[in-house]
Structures are given as C-alpha cells and as structure tokens.
C-alpha cells in the first residue's frame, strides 16, 4: 500500500459523432467490486475536500465534468494528479491520505468505492494516519 499502487486508470471511451460513452466494471475496469457510489458538486470554484484516509477502501476517482487536483500522501511521499477527462480515474489504494483542491467551476466528480460507508474505516486526523502507516 503505497503511491505506486495507485495509477491513472483508462476506461473504455466508445467516440460516437452523437455523444460519446465510457462504462466501468467492477472486478473488470477496476479491481474491486463496487458497492457503492457517491458523488461531490457544487464544489466552489478552488475549493477543497478530502483530508482522510481509509482503511480498507479502495476507490477510484473520477472527474465527470470541469477538473480537480488530488493530492496522494502515504506517509513518506506525496505525488498530485490532476484529473479532466471522464474516460480516465484515478485508482486510490487503501491506507493513502487524500486531499482534492483546485476544483473548476462547475466540476462533479464520482468515486467508486469497495465499500458501503462506515465511519470506523476513516483516518481523520493525519498524525493518527501516520501512526497507522509505520505500523503497516
């Protein structure tokens, strides 16, 4: 669990002159099965959000329209991705801090994530999160 388990992802694109389409399989596209999806809008332009770390989920992240930074940290690196096309995600693996900023106007991003929500996989506080990481 470290940022070089976390990539940009390709997703399927089907260009068709009357609007194109990308479609994402669990265990396929991604490797986990999604069990949930949830979605962040309205976001002010350069806001942020973001600022944990989970456990055990693992997600991928997408931005559906307009574009955002996300910045990856596990503990001993950071590296920043920048995400604008909605036929590309960003795979995010579990034990990895994550902070999205620079939002456009506008911008909706999707995760996909391997599990329902609970409260109980969340790093809140990043002292704890690094504290979790060297134990690891």
């Known amino acids: ?5 976390c990539k940009l992802i390709d997703l399927p694109k089907i260009a068709d002159p009357r609007g ?6 669990g265990l396929q596209h ?23 770390a989970h456990k055990a ?5 997408i931005a559906m329209s307009g574009s955002f930074d ?8 950071k ?17 990895i801090w994550r902070e999205l900023d620079n939002f456009s106007s506008g911008s909706v991003c999707m995760v996909l994530a391997s599990n329902r ?3 109980d996989d969340y790093y809140r506080d990043y002292n704890e999160f690094l504290l979790a990481r060297r134990k690891v």
């Open 1 to 5: 669990m470290s940022l070089a388990d």
């Open 20 to 25: 194109n389409l990308t479609f994402i399989e």
């Open 30 to 52: 991604v490797p986990f099965s999604i069990h949930r999806v949830y979605y962040l809008y309205d976001v002010p332009g350069g806001g942020e959000r973001g600022g944990h």
């Open 57 to 61: 989920l693992q997600q991928l992240i």
């Open 70 to 77: 996300i910045v990856l940290d596990d503990g001993r690196e």
């Open 79 to 95: 590296k920043r991705f920048h995400l604008n096309r909605s036929y590309n995600g960003l795979y995010v693996c579990p034990m």
């Open 117 to 119: 929500y609970s409260e």
